[in-house]
């Protein structure tokens, strides 16, 4: 009798591509093209999720060509009605795009950088072929990430970028941590989760501009009207209480919001072990308000830059 052939069970999201430089170690994932693992002299600075397991609250995963979600799967683009699959039975939405479930292929890479491509064809709710790209590159730094999109289909398509990294300083729960998100205004949110309108975060607890612990609040929370530095980049931060070590979020300008959520839906030992920090070109259900939304003319291209930094 023949012996079945031993081989190794494919990991979950599939080839793990592990790039390293100037003390930085980053892992992205074939499927999805996600940010699995990112340390600092072996520090980790995201929300990491082992190799043969599925991301944990979608960790490290790009979201793309929407972020967040849409209201219902629904939304008219240019007179037409379209529906998108429920993949978030929960709130009856379309949630997070299509790529995250994907396999990407490398295009280029070498021992500090990597670059991925995927092909986006129709599907159910959006008949549009696109050409996305995500390029992951370590300096001194830290990483930088470059998402882009091209139009190589026929008429006009609605796109959005957003991406899931969980910003973490390593310890069991981010309740002792100070965040700084400069950010004027946040958006309530309805039993799906669609945002109900813009408020100042001025005399809110939604209000980290300045920096403060984290303690027991609980954001699943749209940030926007960004504070920039001279750059022109937005910076977030998740800081240790006696500021001895840190980790920073910044975003480049097309990166108009922020999604914070302290992972308190999360099964242990990952709840409120991380904060997300979610770069992203529009906000919930853009899809439907059109509100950031871009609009990609056949042969056009958009890129979006984002990157995290270690502190201390």
């Known amino acids: 009798m ?3 052939a031993v081989r190794e069970p494919v990991p979950p999201t599939g080839t793990q591509h592990t790039i390293a430089a100037h003390g930085y170690a980053a ?3 074939e499927v999805g093209g996600g940010l699995r693992a990112l340390t600092y002299d072996e520090r980790p600075l ?14 490290g995963q790009l979201l793309l060509p929407w972020p967040n979600r849409v209201r219902d799967g629904r939304y008219d683009f240019d007179g037409e009605t379209r529906q998108l699959a429920i993949t978030e039975p929960g709130t009856g939405n379309a949630a997070h795009g299509f790529a995250r479930l994907m396999p990407w292929t490398v295009l280029d890479r070498d021992d500090a950088s990597i670059r991925l491509g995927l092909r986006l064809f129709p599907q159910l709710g959006y008949p549009h072929v696109l050409d996305l790209t995500a390029s992951y ?3 001194e730094a830290g990483l930088e990430v470059e998402v882009s999109a091209v139009n190589v289909g026929d008429g006009v398509a609605p796109y959005g970028m957003g991406a899931h990294p969980y910003l973490t300083l390593g310890d069991k ?3 002792d941590a100070v965040l700084e998100v400069p950010a004027a205004e946040w958006t309530p949110v309805d039993e799906q989760k669609i945002p109900v309108g813009r408020r100042p975060v001025e005399g809110t607890e939604y209000d980290f501009r300045e920096g403060r612990r984290i303690g027991g609040t609980v954001l699943d929370t749209p940030y926007t009207s960004l504070r920039r530095d001279g750059d022109g980049l937005v910076r977030a931060r998740l800081r240790a209480a006696d500021d001895s070590r840190g980790v920073e979020l910044w975003a480049a300008p097309g990166v108009e919001w922020l999604q914070v959520f302290t992972g308190d839906t999360l099964a242990e030992p990952y709840r409120r072990a991380g904060v997300a920090v979610e770069p992203m ?3 919930p259900n853009a899809f439907a308000t059109g509100e950031c939304l871009a609009r990609l003319a056949p042969g056009e291209r958009v890129a979006h830059r ?3 930094t270690a502190l201390g």
Do not use: K, R
């Open 2 to 4: 023949t012996e079945p």
């Open 27 to 29: 892992t992205v994932t």
């Open 46 to 59: 995201v929300m990491s999720y082992p190799a043969d397991a599925q991301p944990v609250g979608g960790a």
């Open 137 to 139: 590159a370590l300096g």
């Open 173 to 175: 729960t981010v309740d």
């Open 281 to 283: 070109s529009c906000p």
């Open 306 to 308: 984002w990157g995290i």
